[in-house]
C-alpha cells in the first residue's frame, strides 16, 4: 500500500509561470518530508526538505510546504524553466533510522 | 569527488542466474542505501546499512535477495536466484545525514 502517493503523473508549465507538484501521505507518524528531481539514466537528485515543525521552506526558487492536518506537501516553483524539466520525487519518513517512503513520481514539463 | 558509482549500469540474465551489483559511495558518507524501481511501485527502499553495519532490511522482497557492506567503501547487492519480475532499476545511495541521500546513476536490470 502506497504511503506516499503523488497522483498527477505528469504535469506541463509555460516557462515563466508557476509549477505546483503535489504529494499526499497517509502516516501521521511521518516527521521528514523531501523532494527530489530526476534526470532519465541520472539518480534521483536531493532538492529541498521540510520537517513536520515547519509549514514552509523556501531555497531560491523551489519552495515547499506542509500542510500536516490534510497530511499534504507541495512543491512550488517559480518561475518555471526548461531545465526543470525531470521527474519530481516526493519522500516522507519517520525520522532518523526509520524506513524511507517515496512517492511514484510526476513528470514535469516546462515548455519553452 | 567522483559521487556515488555503480556497476554495472546494465545487466541482461537468463531467469536463474545469480546477479551481484556494486556499489561505491561517496568517502566519508555513513550511511548507504539500496532502492529497486519499478514503474509500478516507483522507488522502494530495500535495505540500508549505518557504518558498515545493516539496520533495516524490511524492505528487501524476499530471501533471494542479499546485500553486504565489507567495508566503508563497498556495497553488493545480490539477487539469487534471479526472477523475470526482478527487472527494474536498482540505484544505491550515500550520506552523512539520514535524509538528504546522495544516488548514483543506477543499473538497469533485466531478467530473462
Known amino acids: 500500500d502506497q504511503q506516499v502517493k503523488q497522483n498527477s503523473p505528469s504535469l506541463s508549465v509555460q516557462e515563466g509561470r508557476i509549477s505546483i507538484l503535489n504529494c499526499d501521505y497517509t502516516n501521521s507518524m511521518f516527521d521528514y518530508f523531501l523532494w527530489y528531481k530526476k534526470y532519465p539514466a541520472e539518480g534521483p537528485t536531493f532538492l529541498i526538505s521540510?520537517?513536520?515543525?515547519?509549514d514552509k521552506n523556501e531555497d531560491g526558487r523551489f519552495t515547499v510546504f506542509l500542510n500536516k492536518s490534510a497530511k499534504h506537501l507541495s512543491l512550488h516553483i517559480v518561475p518555471s524553466q526548461p531545465g526543470d524539466s525531470a521527474v519530481y520525487f516526493c519522500?516522507?519518513?519517520?525520522?532518523?533510522?526509520?524506513?524511507?517512503?517515496f512517492g511514484t513520481g510526476t513528470s514535469l514539463t516546462v515548455i519553452p | 569527488d567522483a559521487g556515488v558509482i555503480q556497476s554495472p549500469r546494465h545487466e541482461v540474465t537468463e531467469m536463474g542466474q545469480e546477479v551481484t551489483l556494486r556499489c561505491k559511495p561517496i568517502?566519508?558518507?555513513?550511511?548507504l542505501f539500496w532502492y529497486r524501481q519499478t514503474m509500478m511501485r516507483g522507488l522502494e527502499l530495500l535495505i540500508y546499512?549505518?557504518?558498515?553495519?545493516?539496520?533495516?532490511d524490511s524492505g528487501m522482497p524476499e530471501d533471494r535477495f542479499s546485500a553486504k557492506m565489507p567495508n566503508a567503501s563497498f556495497s553488493t547487492l545480490k539477487i539469487q536466484p534471479s526472477e523475470p519480475r526482478d527487472s527494474a532499476v536498482y540505484f544505491c545511495?550515500?550520506?552523512?545525514?539520514?535524509?538528504?541521500?546522495?544516488f548514483g546513476p543506477g543499473t538497469r536490470l533485466t531478467v530473462l
Open positions: 521540510i520537517s513536520s515543525i515547519k
Open positions: 568517502s566519508g558518507h555513513d550511511y
Open positions: 519522500a516522507a519518513s519517520g525520522g532518523t533510522g526509520n524506513q524511507f517512503y
Open positions: 546499512f549505518n557504518n558498515n553495519v545493516p539496520i533495516d
Open positions: 545511495a550515500s550520506s552523512t545525514t539520514w535524509a538528504e541521500q546522495f
